[in-house]
């Protein structure tokens, strides 16, 4: 019963939030459109989840064993239980109940980015009166990922908080620590990223922040840095920074490349880890419906590569300090999390976190290809008028 419940007040707070972002440029139709996408993804998932192990369940059962809420504050899975405690014992929801509340999170990530995006990038329709700011969005690996009690919904929306309050820092200062700490809380090591995709981004902008906010920003990042670099240390079991040898994560490298979707990368290359977790699953590796779908957005998302690849280089030194954060951060994060994506349904859940960042690339390229191509028809039609 509290499941139909759970929906209608989802669906009320749905209601008054389309009615809040009207004043971003952004259709209430199309938050419509990508609260009912993420719902009905959702559903997907849950029914996915039913006939497989998941690690909702998990998290589920350990909240209903615990007895105190703050016994439960740690880092990483703990979090989530922490999280999830608050409506499993506070609230006494039941499972499918806490599952769209979780979903509900992921569906805001999405949608906070969806809102940055707007607001830092101007595009033309293409289709169905939607430009690729909206398209993208609706992809589905970003909504499946992010629909359930875990860590991907939680973590997507820290990384939008953050990124949403980075857009406008001076201004933003609550989403921007609030976004901070849930990123933090739930992976230490992609915090620990953020903070150096800033340092690296504030420090090569060229424009957009003047200098001495410039080194201020660079200043409190290095502190950051530095503070919680020991802690991301002790998180990934390992004696220095270089995370990426420590025992724990070689071991669960191992261990997912024996899933039966296991890809072994560990004798890949650099290049070969990169292309696995960014473009495949691919048709070739076809193992389930989903992974089927998946090679559908991988085989776009080469086509998004290509794009970026071909305006980005000469539009390179006009991108302010908060699109080369983004950049940064998709490259940084993505090489971390490649590490550890032995195996193909890993690697879609993971890939969900970093791909929004991706969106952001893609579009600022394609903002500059609009910039040629009305240049390009403007005096098309000016030499064939004069002619």
Not at 100 to 109: D, E, H, K, R, T
Not at 213 to 236: K, P, Q
Not at 322 to 345: D, P, T
Request: with cysteine.
């Amino acid at each position: 019963m509290d499941i139909f419940i759970v929906i209608l007040l989802l669906i009320t707070l749905n209601y008054f939030i389309t009615r809040i972002v009207t004043r971003f440029n952004v259709s209430e139709n199309y938050v419509w459109t990508l609260f009912c996408i993420h719902f009905l993804l959702t559903i997907t998932y849950m029914i996915s989840a039913a006939y497989s192990a998941s690690d909702s369940v998990a998290y589920y059962k350990k909240a209903i064993d615990s007895e105190t809420w703050l016994d439960l504050f740690g880092t990483s899975t703990t979090f989530i239980t922490f999280l999830g405690w608050i409506f499993i014992k506070g609230l006494g929801l039941s499972y499918y109940a806490v599952m769209l509340v979780f979903s509900f999170f992921g569906y805001l990530a999405a949608l906070l980015f969806y809102i940055t995006i707007k607001e830092n990038i101007s595009l033309k329709p293409v289709w169905q009166g939607m430009a690729y700011t909206e398209i993208v969005f609706l992809l589905p690996n970003l909504h499946y990922w992010s629909s359930s009690l875990g860590k991907g919904s939680v973590i997507m929306l820290g990384l939008a908080l953050f990124i949403y309050g980075l857009s406008r820092f001076n201004r933003r200062f609550i989403p921007l620590l609030l976004g901070g700490f849930l990123t933090y809380m739930v992976r230490p090591h992609m915090f620990l990223t953020m903070i150096l995709s800033i340092m690296l981004g504030v420090f090569l902008a060229s424009s957009g922040i003047k200098w001495y906010v410039r080194w201020m920003m660079f200043l409190i990042a290095a502190v950051v840095f530095y503070f919680i670099s020991d802690s991301v240390v002790e998180f990934a079991e390992t004696d220095s920074l270089n995370i990426l040898n420590s025992d724990n994560l070689l071991h669960r490298v191992e261990e997912l490349g024996k899933a039966g979707s296991g890809v072994d990368i560990q004798n890949y290359n650099l290049f070969m880890k990169m292309f696995t977790f960014w473009f495949r699953p691919l048709f070739f590796d076809g193992f389930s419906a989903i992974s089927l779908i998946a090679s559908f957005e991988n085989l776009f998302y080469l086509f998004m590569v290509t794009i970026i690849i071909r305006e980005s280089f000469n539009s390179w030194g006009k991108w302010n300090g908060w699109f080369k954060i983004c950049f940064f951060f998709f490259l940084f994060g993505s090489f971390i999390l490649a590490q550890v994506s032995g195996n193909l349904g890993i690697a879609m859940r993971q890939k969900a976190q970093v791909m929004p960042f991706f969106f952001i690339i893609f579009c600022k390229a394609m903002s500059y290809r609009s910039v040629i191509t009305d240049y390009i028809d403007t005096h098309g039609r000016k030499m064939l008028t004069t002619r």
